[in-house]
């Protein structure tokens, strides 16, 4: 089992920048790659950013330039960072932290608004 607590969501102004924050704990080392994804009402839930175990990055071909993936290992925890940059309205939604192993552990979930 893995643990995922999210964190650093918020409002900000268009042009502004906000950093989530993800605490995966447990099975850490049973995890292949770490993901952030957002959703908006209405909407599937897409894909954000991605770093696999290696340290591959991927992005959405639309946040490239602006957001960075990254992450922190530590003995007992692998917090995940995304840092987002040059916010804009349709970044509005709500982020979640994804960590894949054979099952797909999700966070609860962070909201973020970006007013125009």
């Known amino acids: 089992q893995v643990q995922l607590v999210e964190s650093g969501g918020g409002l900000v102004q268009a042009g502004g920048s906000l950093r989530l924050s993800c605490v995966a704990s447990g099975s850490t080392f049973s995890i292949n790659a770490y993901g952030w994804y957002r959703q908006v009402p209405g909407k599937q839930r897409e894909l954000v950013a991605q770093i696999t175990s290696s340290g591959r990055r991927n992005y959405a071909d639309s946040l490239k330039g602006r957001f960075t993936i990254s992450r922190d290992i530590a003995q007992n925890t692998v917090t995940v960072y995304l840092q987002m940059n040059s916010l804009k309205p349709e970044d509005t939604g709500v982020y979640y932290c994804?960590?894949?192993?054979?099952?797909?552990?999700w966070g609860q979930g962070t909201q973020v608004t970006v007013s125009s």
């Open positions: 994804n960590a894949a192993a054979l099952v797909a552990y």
